[in-house]
């Protein structure tokens, strides 16, 4: 099996958890810093080749009424040109309050949360586990 990555995507930022080979655990990455949408693309088509990545996970930030915002149709846009750029196949996986959640995490071991890629990093972790959860077999 081929792992998994998972991305929490920012227009500045990019939080990326990677799965082991087997697809059980995840670890946190460190953040990617993107200047636009072409370098974040690439960037992510870097790291999955330099990972053996087999698919990506793009967290989907909904509006809390389920619905689709200007940011999710960002999301949106960058998956399809991950997926272009990559050939791998890309999976939207609801993230909604990852990043509350993320400062949580961070707080409750002993971190403050002003560091922002400490934040991201933590909500693609959390949400690539909760699509790993949902998703076993």
């Known amino acids: 099996m ?6 929490d995507y920012g227009r500045k930022r990019l939080g990326i958890a ?11 990455q460190p953040t990617l810093i993107a200047s636009g949408l072409d370098d974040a693309v690439s960037q992510v088509a870097d790291f999955a080749g330099r990972h053996a990545v087999g698919a990506i ?3 989907l930030p909904l509006n809390m009424n389920g619905t689709r915002g200007e ?17 791998m196949k890309v999976t939207y996986w609801d993230e909604r309050l990852t990043s ?3 400062k949580a995490v961070l707080q409750q071991r002993g971190k403050t949360s002003r560091e922002r890629g ?11 586990e909760s699509f790993l ?3 076993q077999t």
């Open 100 to 102: 509350e959640q993320a």
């Open 18 to 28: 990677v799965t082991d080979p087997l697809g059980i655990t995840v670890q946190g």
């Open 118 to 128: 400490d934040i991201d990093r933590v909500a693609a972790c959390l949400m690539l």
């Open 71 to 87: 940011m999710a149709k960002e999301v949106e846009r960058f998956g399809q040109a991950v997926e272009s750029v990559t050939g």
């Open 57 to 59: 996970v793009i967290g």
């Open 133 to 135: 959860r949902a998703n």
């Open 2 to 7: 081929r792992r998994l990555i998972g991305i």
